[in-house]
Every structure is written in C-alpha cells, then in structure tokens.
C-alpha cells in the first residue's frame, strides 16, 4: 500500500484554507489543517472538513448524463457528449449568430483558477458578448460601477493589518469568510479580528442583525434594512460640516466635493436616524470614530448591496474613504502588491471616472440603460453582462436572442431573482448544458450535464485571492488524488467544444495549443505569465508562503498623468433625492416586515445539505424572526409560516431570534426546489427548505447600469400555517 501526505487548498469556498490530505492507494483518507502556515495559522472550517465525502458521495455525478426521450437522463461518454453539444452549438450559431450563445459562470467556476480565462478565450472565438458571472447578481456596484463612476486610487487603500478603525456594512466575515481589503480579512477571520482588536483597532458594525461580527463590535447600529445609504450621507455630511476630513488629500486628488456637499444638506442626522430606527448620537459617533482613523476602510457586503441604492451606497462608501484620506501614500510600502499579478510600482495618484464603460459596452436587449459592465480585474477591465437580465434575455424573442446557456458550476434556477421566470427562461431554451458535480434543481432542466472534477482532483493556484490578503501570499497545489472515471474540468469543457468548432483560443496574445490539450499547469502558466514571482517558484514551494518580493514603494505622482476622483458624477443628485425620499416614506402596512439575505455557517449557497455533517447542522433555511413579531403572528418557534411579498408566497420554518431587528425577517438564498408546483417542493420544505427567490420580481426595482435586481429589503407579510 501507498501512503502520502501532501499539502494543498480547499476550493469548499473562496477562504482557500491550506491543508495537509493524506492519500492511501489513490484514496483521499484524511484531511487535516495545515497548522506550519503563517497566514491561516491552521484555520479550517466543517465544510472544507466535509471534502473526503464528497469524492465518493452518492449524489455525486459519477459520470455525464443527457436527456432521454421520455425526459429521464441517461450516462454518456463526456467525448460523445461534447460531440453532440458541439454540433448543436455550431447549428445554433449558424441560424442564431454568436450573442445567443451564452454562459454563466457560477460560484464554482471562480475555484478553478484557469476556468474564467478559457471561457472568456471561448466567448471571444465565438464572438460572443453573453458571458455572465454570478458578480453581477452579487456585488456589480462594488466591483465595475463605483469605479467606473468615481474613478479610483492606484496605489490602494489601507488593509485590516495596520487599521486603527473598520466600518462593516451588511458583511459578516466571520461567517462568509468573505470581505474586500479592508474589510474583516477573509482568511482566518476570527484570528485577524482578534489581533485587530488587541492592537486597539475599532469596529463598527451597520446590520440589522446582531451578527457574529456585530456582537464584537465597539459600535453597532443595528438600522432598519434599506437606509444605509442615508446613514452614510448623513456621516459625510458631519464629518465635512466638522472639518473632520483630509482637506488637503482633497485639495489635490478630488473633484465635485462642495457640490456633493450642499447635496448632502437635507439628509440630518435626526431624519436619517428616525427613518434608520436608530439614534443621532450612534450616526454622530460612528462618524466621529471613523474619521478618527486615522487608518482604516469602511466596507459593504451582500446585505445593503443587494438592498435599496446599491451603486449609490457603493458611492458613498468610496467617498467616505477617500475624504478621510485613507489612501496609500508616496513613500509608504506596498502592503500586498500581489504575487500572481504582473509586476508594477503604482503611484500615489488617481485616475479619474471611466463613464464609457457604462454607456459605451453591449448593450441589454431587453433594457437599454444597462448593458456590460467592466469588472476591474489586476489585468484590466473585463466586462460582463448583467445576470440580472439574463432570464429576459432569453425570453425575448428577436435578434441576439440566448438559445444555449452553459452553465459552470452555478445554480441559477435557486440563484436568480424571480425563480418562476427563470425556470420559464431555462424551459425555453434549445440547449441547456450544466457542468456540475450533483443533479441540481438546474441541473435537472438541463440536456446535458457534465461531471466535473472536484477540487482535490485537481491543480489550482490561488489567483482569485491573489490580492485580497494583505501580505504577498499565494499557494500552488497539484491534484491530490486523480479522479476516478470520465470527468473533465470546467475549463476543458470550453477547450474541448472550441476544437470540436474548429476554433483557435488565446489567452492575453498568446494561442492556447489547440491540437493537443494543455496540461492545467501549462494553462496556468499562461494565465500567469509574467507574474511577479514565478508559477514554477510557487509550486515548488512546500504549501502557501508568504513569498520575500522586493519592497515595492509607491512612486509619487506624475503631474502629466494625475487626475482626479470624481465625488459628484451625474446622476447622484437624483439617487439622493430618491433616498431621501425613502426616509419619508411610509411603510406598506400590506406588508410590514422587511426580508433580509444571510448566509449560513454550513452550506454554501446551495451547496452543503447533501453532506452528512452539514446537513445535520440543519436541512432547511429558517425564516429567523423577532420573537415579537413571531408572537404577533400567533406562531411559536418551528411553526411553519407564510412569507408573502407583492411578487410571491414560500413556505418557511419560523425560528426566533434576539439577534433581529423587530421588523425584519431574515432567511438565506439558494435553498428549496423548483417552483413548478408538480415538483412538490412546499411541502417539502423541512427537508430542502424553500426558495426567497420566488418573492422577487428582478425588474421591479432593477438598478441602473447593472440592473441589480433588489435581492433584499423585501417588503413581506407572515401568517402562521396549520
Ligand atoms: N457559509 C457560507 N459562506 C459564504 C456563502 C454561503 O452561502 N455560506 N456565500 C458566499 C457568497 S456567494 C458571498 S457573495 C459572500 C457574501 O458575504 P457577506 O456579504 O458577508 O454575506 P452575509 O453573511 O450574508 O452578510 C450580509 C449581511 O448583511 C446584512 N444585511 C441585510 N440587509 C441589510 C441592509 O439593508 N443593511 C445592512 N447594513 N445590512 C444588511 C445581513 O443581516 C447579513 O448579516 O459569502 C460567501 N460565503
Ligand atoms: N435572494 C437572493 N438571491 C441570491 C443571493 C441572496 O443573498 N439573496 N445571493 C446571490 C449570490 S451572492 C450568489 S454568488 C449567487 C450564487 O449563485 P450560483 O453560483 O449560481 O449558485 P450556487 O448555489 O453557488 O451554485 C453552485 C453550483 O455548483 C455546483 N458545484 C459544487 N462544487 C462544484 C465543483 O467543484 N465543480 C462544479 N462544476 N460544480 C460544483 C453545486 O452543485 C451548485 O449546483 O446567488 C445569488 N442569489
Ligand atoms: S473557510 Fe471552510 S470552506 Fe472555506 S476554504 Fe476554509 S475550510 Fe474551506
Ligand atoms: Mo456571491
């Protein structure tokens, strides 16, 4: 018998936590952290621990399926299956052209770390614009729309590890392992908020919720969903009115600020507070302490980005940053300049608004307002089209029209706003082909799925969080153990369609080899070439390190090429209008509750149930409610409640919970089944729980540039169920 230890990384989530497997015969036998690691110092969580029964688990697809003729599905050989899927693809393209073929790029498509880069080369051969993510339904205002509106600091802002102050909106790190630079870091978050708060770092926490990071908060203001916007313009203001911002970092670096500033004149702290249903003196102090600084960020998570004024609350933020000077200075060291990224000394300079990438991408068929959004990558804008639309964009008939979706590693029949027409959107479809590792509720609808590889039967390199951790971190991982069978990877899936069309792929200017099929370190070589410290050093070294780059300074600026970051771009004078007006609004006694999004400790989106230790953590997504507001219902804990909006009704356990804020009902996404009542998920929601989705009209309140559907904040009503 053989038997190994080797290091390696759990792709379970974005964390991408080291650990050591142990391999026995080719049989995964063990997983342990890898305590030897400076930056996680041995952290893991039980859902990376849950990998070893993955491999074998029983609603593992073990082999490619394709729709049969009486609707079932039956295994196929993934080369036949590829076959198939390519000449429908090339008949598709030649009545259709190249926009109505489309992929969306879910979840576990960003773990592959070559998979975004070879569907890209895909879309590009094809000619074809639809490409989505699930960024666009998550977090668009965050990662394309701010900067393209505001413009940006090139040398960066200040990261967690030598902050005085944080300001987490709607983010709860400690559960998601998830937060921009700034932000609680995602990489042993219980550790890095610890040492934050023994170097006397103050936390302050915006949520209706009291959550794992809110009870560790100096300052909780636990606001009534929908007006973090406000509250934010109420603290620019004070901090303004109070001289309380860098005068001089704005004197040279931005532009629009007095405009912005006598917009902000009606937004008092008594109004907002009121409408905010929390104190004045709480606004006053959250101000006051994070102008304090003098280091540290404010940032958002899922919560408000996915509530009322998303790309004006993203606004605001950057704002609050920027006055407060909390930028990187010539002189001072970088503090991460980035492994994998290619080399480059930023300077401390701005670069001003981008407004053609919002006016100037393909357009949405079904809403010309919105269209691509450049998501700012270390490589450069790359643009997308917004998920939000893109149930319509199938639905619509005429030119461009989306007849093929291939769908990576996402779910988006449990994932997209308004769950009913996206099953109607992925019925209508002529070729539905899913790559993933389980028959999910989308997988289900779909023609062809394929079975992937899971993360420990494959090398990756962790690019995604190349620069979200503060030191010059990375980890290279060969595969662990081979997969057993017919299972590709998501990125072969593309390599493999395009040779079948007789395409030529390219990453960057360089050609992919298409006659015979690179090995994935080949593929991740190209992808990372000219990194600052070579792939072949990082995967010699023995698990992740932090590598010793030469200090990189921040260059001062250069007079010739300075601009200026824009505080007042067109079109914010009406988003404040439109939250200050939300401030007066009454509520809609129709529906007195708001619903709130969350993320659970123990799945994943809606990956986690199936396994035996997740799923025994709980098999369905509560409705967490207020005691009162579950009392004034007439239901006791664990009853089974209605939740209703203006757009649906779902079933939903009722759990009570201190942590809420009266009002707000908060429940987490992707859980359920399909909507098609035949399906019978209802009356199953004990053991699937049930879709929020379904509450949700993704054109009632779309946003603009991204059309960001409102996925939180939802005006509700509860009625206990007999
Ligand atoms: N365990 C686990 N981890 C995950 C995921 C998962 O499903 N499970 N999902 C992953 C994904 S895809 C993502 S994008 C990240 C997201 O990571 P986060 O953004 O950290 O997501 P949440 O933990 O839901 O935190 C959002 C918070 O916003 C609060 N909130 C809701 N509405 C409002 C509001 O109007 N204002 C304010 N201020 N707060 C509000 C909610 O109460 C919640 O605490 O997490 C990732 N990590
Ligand atoms: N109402 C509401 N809606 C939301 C949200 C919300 O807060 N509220 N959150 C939104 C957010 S932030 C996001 S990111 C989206 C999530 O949107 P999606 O990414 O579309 O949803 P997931 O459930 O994460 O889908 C992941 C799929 O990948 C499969 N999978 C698991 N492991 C692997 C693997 O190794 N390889 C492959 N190929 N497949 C694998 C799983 O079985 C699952 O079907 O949902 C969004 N929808
Ligand atoms: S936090 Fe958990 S799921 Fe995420 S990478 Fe770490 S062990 Fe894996
Ligand atoms: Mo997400």
Known sequence: MSRKTVKTYCRFCHAYCPMVATVEDNRLTDLQPDTDNVVYGGYTCPKGRQMIE?????????????????????????????DEIAARLAAILAEHGPRSIASYNGTYSFQNSASHDVTRAFHAAIGSPSYYTS??????????????RMGWWNAGGHMWSDANVAFIIGNNTLVSHFSIPGGIPSFSPHNALREGKQRGLKLICMDPRRTEVARRADLHLQVRPGHDAAVLASMIRLILEENRHDAAFCAEHVTGLDE??????????????????????????????FAAGPRGTAVTGTGPEMGPHPNLLQHLVQVINVICGRCNR???????????????IPRAQATGPQPQWLAEGVRSRVSPEVGEVM????????????????????????????????????????????????QRALAALELLVCIDIKLSATAQMADYVLAPKVCLERDDVTLLTDIWHDRPYSQYTAKVVDAEG?????????????????????????PIDMAHKPSKQALLELITRGSRVPLADIRAADGGQVFDVPDVIIAPADPATAQRMQLFPPGLATELAAALADTAAAGNPDYPLLLVSRRMKNTYNSTGPELSLLGSKGTTNPAYLNPGDLAACGAADGDLVEVRSAHGAIPAVATASDDIRPGVVSMSHCWGGSPDPAAGSDSRVREIGSNTNRLIDNRANAERYSGMARQSCIPVAIRKLN
């Open 260 to 289: 912005l500033f006598a917009q902000l004149a009606p937004f008092t702290l008594e109004q907002v507070a009121a409408a905010a249903g929390i104190s004045a003196a709480q606004i006053a102090e959250a101000a006051r302490l």
């Open 54 to 82: 993955q491999i074998d688990h029983p609603t593992r697809l073990q082999q490619s399926v394709k729709r049969t003729a009486d609707g079932g599905f039956a295994p196929v050989a993934s080369a036949q299956a590829l």
């Open 375 to 422: 998501v700012l990558t270390p490589y450069g804008p790359k643009p997308e089209m917004p998920t939000a639309l893109l149930s319509d964009e199938i639905l619509t008939p005429g030119d461009g029209q989306i007849k093929a979706l291939i769908c990576v590693g996402g779910n988006p029949l449990l994932a997209f706003p308004d769950q009913q027409k996206t």
């Open 330 to 344: 010539a002189g001072e060291r970088l503090p991460n300049p980035g492994v994998l990224a290619p080399p480059s």
């Open 135 to 148: 960024i666009t339904i998550d977090q668009p205002a965050k990662v394309a729309i701010g900067a393209a």
């Open 486 to 510: 017919d299972k590709i990877e998501e990125w072969e899936l593309f390599w493999e369609l395009a040779q079948r069309l007789g395409l030529q792929l390219t990453i960057g200017d360089e």
